[in-house]
């Protein structure tokens, strides 16, 4: 491709790139739950803005655009004790700044508001505990102004605290809980299928999505397996091997090619607490690895070269290759929440590689290590539960705590196509880009989740 067609493609994508840097659209920050995004993390812990909304738990904020969205929950009582116990917030993105607030309509016995997602400027919430018993119709908000614009007419699809959702390329939102998965039309709210299933803990039983296929464990003959939905219509296609495990909290998460991981941690030591990795064929699930992972619950994340990111037993940070599960490196410090049982992790990986990672303690800790797990730096949270970290598109790391704890972290970044950060865009991060060429990760600088033209084009009109 000539470098002057190549540079009239990049003048036409850099209009749109601050719009294409991913944003933190749902729990595991991506459809796949990978943590894995296109942004550059903050170099230094350096504050930006602090301060929200009282709050007695953390939840996880999620970010598109300028404005970021938390629910900030003034009693920790469930249920909740009337209107206003748990409110949704949008702040923006560069100041904190309350932009509007949604008070969830009330019923006496109703649990907390629970945020699941926001994408192409809608934001869908409900009223959950379990999904299954304390549930309630999904409600779908206008991102830019907080209006009401539809209330699912299934009044008991909203999923669990912790499932989450995951967005269809169209917008289509897709919730599974306790015993079904759903997808709801964006537009209008309206049910378009639901499958049965059964998972062994409620509120704990969120879907991944990959392409079409849709992953999500489940609880079979007193043990464990992973099922694989199609996306489109809804039918239950095939299932993986059981493993040993019963009464487990955690969600599969996708890798960046076929390769599915799930975490399985009922608590039983490193025999049945285990990460799995299995090849996705199209007709069957392959087990290709299994490795002792302590995780109680939260997101999990793979790297941008190939890697899995697992906490061993022992508290500590391994990066194994993603199908052989060869150790890459082991960090030296102990991440894990004290007791390490009860660790639940929220895991960010940049473009460059830097991996951000908040063991959820009470108190709890946020580390950012370089991508062979040496320690960057690391900051102390009062009490940190579910409250991320999290990345917005703009390089802003993102921490909501208790109290009126949240914290906003921006060092600005390098130059977008410098993709090793040493303050030149030359052959080197050429060889880097082109070494991910088809991939995702680093190198993706417009975020469309593949290396290509597009990425290339925006390096050269970058070049030194």
């Not at 009337?82 to 949604?102: F, H, I, K, Q, R």
Request: negative net charge.
């Amino acid at each position: 491709m000539p470098r002057a067609h190549l540079l009239a493609t990049a003048v036409s994508v850099l209009a749109l790139s601050s719009q294409s840097l991913a944003d933190w659209s749902n729990l595991g920050g991506n459809p796949r739950r990978n943590g894995l995004s296109s942004a550059i993390g903050p170099q230094t812990p350096v504050l930006r803005w602090s301060g929200a909304p009282e709050s007695l738990i953390s939840w996880t904020p999620l970010v598109e655009g300028n404005r970021v969205f938390n629910i900030r929950q003034s009693s920790a009582q469930n249920p909740v004790v009337g209107p206003g116990d748990s409110v949704l917030y949008a702040l923006d993105l560069d100041t904190g700044a309350e932009l509007w607030n949604y008070d969830f309509p009330w019923e006496p016995g109703d649990w907390t508001t629970v945020l699941y997602g926001v994408k192409n400027g809608r934001v869908f919430l409900g009223r959950a505990d379990d999904g299954t018993v304390f549930t309630s119709a999904i409600h779908c908000l206008d991102a830019a102004t907080g209006k009401l614009l539809w209330v699912s007419a299934c009044d008991t699809c909203a999923p669990g605290l912790y499932d989450g959702s995951v967005f269809a390329p169209d917008g289509d939102i897709i919730v599974a809980a306790g015993q079904w998965v759903r997808r709801l039309d964006a537009e209008t709210g309206q049910l378009l299928w639901s499958t049965p299933r059964l998972c062994s803990v409620t509120n704990s039983c969120g879907p991944t999505l990959a392409g079409n296929a849709i992953y999500i464990d489940e609880a079979f003959s007193g043990a464990q397996r992973l099922t694989r939905i199609d996306a489109t219509t809804g039918a239950r296609l095939y299932s993986s091997q059981t493993v040993p495990g019963f009464l487990t909290q955690t969600k599969p998460f996708a890798g960046s090619t076929d390769i599915v991981f799930y975490p399985v941690f009922p608590g039983g030591g490193p025999t049945v607490d285990r990460l799995y990795a299995f090849r996705d064929t199209g007709s069957a699930f392959q087990l290709l690895w299994s490795r002792p992972s302590t995780v109680f619950q939260g997101e999990h994340a793979v790297t941008n070269d190939g890697g899995v990111i697992l906490m061993n037993p022992q508290g500590r940070l391994e990066i194994r290759d993603q199908v052989t599960a060869a150790l890459r490196f082991i960090s030296t410090d102990v991440v894990a929440a004290a007791p390490i049982t009860l660790t639940t992790p929220h895991v960010v990986v940049d473009a460059q590689g830097k991996i951000f990672y908040g063991n959820g303690g009470f108190p709890g800790k946020i580390f950012s290590f370089n991508p062979n797990l040496t320690l960057r730096w690391s900051i102390d949270v009062p009490n940190l539960n579910q409250g991320g970290p999290v990345l917005a598109g703009n390089g802003t790391l993102l921490v909501a705590g208790v109290g009126t704890d949240f914290r906003a972290y921006y060092d600005p970044p390098c130059v977008q196509a410098d993709l090793n950060c040493d303050g030149a865009v030359n052959a080197q991060d050429l060889a880097a880009l082109l070494g991910a060429w088809g991939g995702s990760g680093a190198g993706d600088l417009n975020g469309d989740g593949s290396v290509g033209a597009q990425d290339l084009a925006i390096l050269l009109s970058a070049w030194s």
